[in-house]
């Protein structure tokens, strides 16, 4: 017998199956999807590996294949259905097999299981009276103690018995000896979910929310697999139509996926989700321990879990019988990994759905721009809401012209109207949100006599002021003190543009003191449970105001806040990226669904230096279809995803010279591979940084209509680095339809 092994070294050179005799000891335990110790290169050195399949034959000379030394005993299998999932993401987003497989094992190492003890009392009534009466006589206090508990309770937690009684182990061993106890032990499963209790709770439904749940039911008992675009405005009950959809696949003994873009938003998602399936849902993200990880993905293959709720990773859960994935707020670029493989959940999603016959619903009050594209060529089935749960109105929406504040003498980042506003509800005990999409004190000095701005001498960004005098690079971790005069002129009228969550949250509580303030950013939310603390707060009234970044607008419910207030809505309206449109647009149009989802009128507040532009206006009157034709009409012109699809080649090197040539071959090969009718290049040009931490970067650009086209110059690109060895000094990278313009 044989295995074919995938080599755990990530070089593009190795991206390829080896060989491995299995010895006769290993023949029967060994299966696809381990992760095995093999000897490897001339010195027979002993690396990991990955077995993706079995043999009875040899493909090549056999006096040369090695033998594999051993299963790497602590490592966990990947599911065969894993493998061929990951040997699809390597062939269409690039990278090496080994990273794919890393990618889809969504936990690499077994952890040991918790055991709980229990003590179990032997004795009939009459015997254990026997028993204690001869304890008390022979003044064993401790044996006297742990007989009198077990009289009143025959089963005891052995933790309970060691702290609570202060009996010792000896103790319970002498009384298990003799025959009093048994002392039985069980494997149980850490469940990160905490202080939930399942209710069943009525729920009244809207007529577009029964219209949805009756359209998905009727096709999944018809055994119709499609992809859904539920389009819901803010506040229109997504969650509970999801929970509906997941509740016809769970009585159909299948599982159910949840994807929800960030960490902050796990916590009111899961309550909500575990009232309806209690213990049978799970979580699954990074903020969990090692141990905790592991227990869900076992408790996943065990069939013990129906429903896994978490970031983009728990797109790979290993469950028997998968139904339904749920994609919620599926416009949110989260859903694109920034490491190789550079997948994105939404197509991982639909790929996984066709291969194992399930359904994908992908949920949004602002859908991206490829979603509804694809939902209007009719790819997706499109569904919409267009009402709120409790037919509350919408919020309604104040733009205002920060220019005019200047002019009229306010230099505060906070208008007359949002401060007006603030005073207001916090006179009527209710709660506001202020958001700004910057972390920190986060902003760049500058000087005002020559225009020279402090820029990190390791990366092409300017560096960032923080509190105690520190100036920090957000993308290397550089530090230097605060300068007090110009580097480059000398000048001292050198100084601060500036607008963090920081800065912010000082200024309100100087303004209005009287108010309780919380800050949710990168800064506040480090440590583990730190995200459900701060909201959990908030929901329970403990703060007026919330401060944050863009994690706070995103899927909270929080009755009541009747004003939102963003504070800078045009701050990436201008960044060099053809997605920023859609991007203001999505945030706007969240953050002011925040207000007013519980009885009391909602309120909104945009400040912006550009209150003409199409995704600021079409945000104020939450009007999506507006944007969309706007929007899709400037992508056409340009040639921009959904329209047409779009590869980024992004090469780096700590050498420029190497660089500039290496990108100037790759250009000259991808003329002559790409077909010249339809297909477009751009580049080699200078990202936006042009160097991270003293290594340069070059980007270049190829459109085509057709993905596969780009999936096969892609292909071609792989094989024509692989075979020039002028490319190992250079990492090369592959991000189809990216998110972000580098």
């Known amino acids: 017998m044989f295995a074919d092994v995938i080599v755990d070294i990530q070089h593009e050179k190795l991206d390829k199956i080896f060989q491995y005799r299995i010895p006769e000891r290993l023949k029967d335990e060994l299966h696809p999807g381990m992760e095995v110790i093999i000897p490897f290169g001339k010195g027979n050195r002993q690396i990991k590996g990955y077995v993706t399949s079995l043999s009875e034959t040899c493909n090549y000379d056999l006096s040369k294949v090695k033998e594999i030394t051993d299963i790497s005993r602590n490592s966990v299998a990947i599911e065969a259905r894993l493998i061929a999932l990951a040997a699809w993401m390597k062939e269409q987003y690039g990278g090496t097999m080994i990273q794919a497989l890393k990618t889809v094992l969504p936990i690499k190492q077994k952890e040991n299981a918790k055991v709980k003890k229990h003590l179990r009392l032997l004795l009939t009534e009459e015997e254990s009276q026997e028993k204690l009466a001869f304890y008390q006589k022979k003044n064993q206090k401790a044996r006297a103690r742990l007989l009198e508990a077990l009289k009143e309770a025959p089963i005891l937690d052995y933790e309970l018995v060691t702290k609570k009684l202060n009996v010792t182990l000896p103790v319970i061993r002498a009384l298990e000896e003799q025959g009093v106890l048994k002392i039985e032990s069980e494997q149980v499963y850490r469940n990160p979910v905490k202080q939930a209790k399942k209710s069943q709770q009525e729920i009244i439904y809207t007529e577009e929310q029964q219209h949805v749940i009756q359209g998905f039911r009727q096709d999944y008992l018809c055994g119709t697999r499609r992809t859904y675009l539920l389009h819901g405005v803010t506040g229109s009950g997504k969650t509970e139509v999801y929970m509906e959809m997941i509740r016809t696949v769970v009585d159909q003994g299948k599982q159910a996926i949840v994807l929800i873009p960030e960490i902050a938003l796990t916590y009111q998602t899961v309550m909500r989700f575990y009232r309806c399936f209690g213990d049978r849902v799970s979580i699954m993200n990074s903020r969990l321990s090692a141990g905790e990880r592991y227990d869900q993905m076992m408790r996943a293959k065990r069939g013990e879990v129906d429903v896994m709720i978490g970031p983009r990773s728990a797109l790979f859960t290993p469950f028997p019988d998968l139904g339904l994935i749920v994609i919620d707020e599926e416009h949110e670029p989260t859903y694109k990994s920034e490491q190789v493989p550079r997948y994105h959940a939404r197509e991982v999603a639909v790929h996984r759905a066709e291969v194992e016959d399930a359904s994908v619903v992908l949920g949004s009050a602002t859908p991206s721009m490829e979603a509804m594209y694809r939902a209007r060529l009719g790819e997706y089935q499109l569904y919409e809401m267009k009402n709120r749960s409790h037919m509350q109105q919408m919020a309604t929406v104040h733009t205002v012209d920060m220019r005019k504040e200047l002019k009229n003498g306010n230099r505060s980042i906070l208008s007359e109207k949002l401060q007006e506003l603030i005073e207001d509800r916090l006179n009527a005990k209710e709660q506001i949100m202020l958001f700004l999409n910057r972390r920190g004190y986060s902003g760049f000095i500058s000087c005002r006599e020559c225009g020279h701005v402090v820029k990190c001498p390791h990366c092409n960004v300017s560096l960032s002021v923080h509190k105690g005098g520190k100036m920090v690079c957000h993308y ?265 313009v580098f």
């Open 476 to 740: 290397c971790g550089y530090e230097q003190p605060k300068v007090t005069e110009c580097p480059e002129c000398g000048s001292r009228y050198i100084g601060e543009f500036r607008a963090g969550t920081q800065q912010i949250e000082d200024m309100v509580k100087a303004r209005f003191p009287q108010a309780r303030v919380l800050r949710m950013d990168m800064d506040t939310t480090k440590k583990k449970d730190s995200h459900e603390q701060i909201l959990s707060a908030f929901a329970n009234e403990e703060a007026d105001i919330l401060v944050g970044t863009q994690m706070i607008v995103k899927g909270h419910d929080f009755p009541n806040v009747t004003l939102v207030g963003v504070l800078a809505a045009d701050m990436s309206l201008y960044s060099d990226d053809y997605r920023s449109g859609e991007r203001t647009f999505q945030l706007l149009t969240q953050a002011a669904g925040r207000a007013g989802r519980g009885q009391k009128e909602g309120e909104a507040v945009i400040q912006t230096y550009t209150p003409t532009h199409y995704s600021i206006v079409t945000a104020a009157a939450q009007d999506y279809e507006a944007f969309y034709e706007e929007e899709i009409r400037y992508r056409q012109i340009m040639g921009y995803p959904p329209v047409e699809n779009l590869l980024a080649v992004l090469v780096s090197c700590e050498d420029e010279v190497l660089l500039e040539t290496g990108c100037k071959y790759l250009k000259e090969f991808s003329i002559r591979i790409a077909p010249k009718e339809t297909a477009k290049i751009i580049g080699p040009a200078s990202p936006g940084i042009g160097k991270i931490n003293d290594v340069y970067r070059k980007v270049i650009y190829i459109k085509d209509e057709n993905y596969d086209t780009l999936v096969r110059i892609k292909n071609g690109l792989e094989q024509y680095i692989e075979v020039n060895p002028g490319y190992r000094k250079m990492r090369i990278q592959f991000d189809f339809n990216p998110m972000h």
